[in-house]
């Protein structure tokens, strides 16, 4: 009976070491899993901001509120011109109906 008490605790021995170097290899495959996240993390972070890099250096400054008003100042001016210029038009065939009525008044005065 003596004998497989020490057998028991050999086995016992046994698998507590067994259990440690599991859990000191399970350890170690944590850390370098851990390690391999950190680093794909970090390449990620890295990545992210050279795309933030090359997006803000080649990125065109953004002027759409600019635009939209020039645009609209610039048809606003447009619609005026046209306005003038039929103004205008009416003006001239006006005056040179009354220019070509004025050989008419110089031969009646």
Request: no cysteine; aromatic share 4%; net charge negative.
């Amino acid at each position: 009976m003596l004998n497989t008490g020490k057998k028991r605790q050999r086995s016992s021995d046994e698998s507590e070491d067994d259990l440690n170097q599991n859990m000191s290899q399970k350890r170690r495959s944590t850390i370098s899993s851990w390690a391999e996240m950190q680093q794909y993390i970090d390449d990620r972070l890295a990545a992210t901001e050279e795309r933030r890099a090359y997006e803000n250096a080649t990125k065109l400054p953004d002027h759409g509120d600019e635009i939209t008003k020039e645009v609209f100042r610039i048809s606003s001016q447009l619609v005026h011109f046209r306005e003038a210029g039929a103004t205008l038009e009416t003006q001239l065939s006006r005056m040179s109906k009354e220019v070509a009525k004025l050989p008419q008044m110089s031969e009646a005065v």
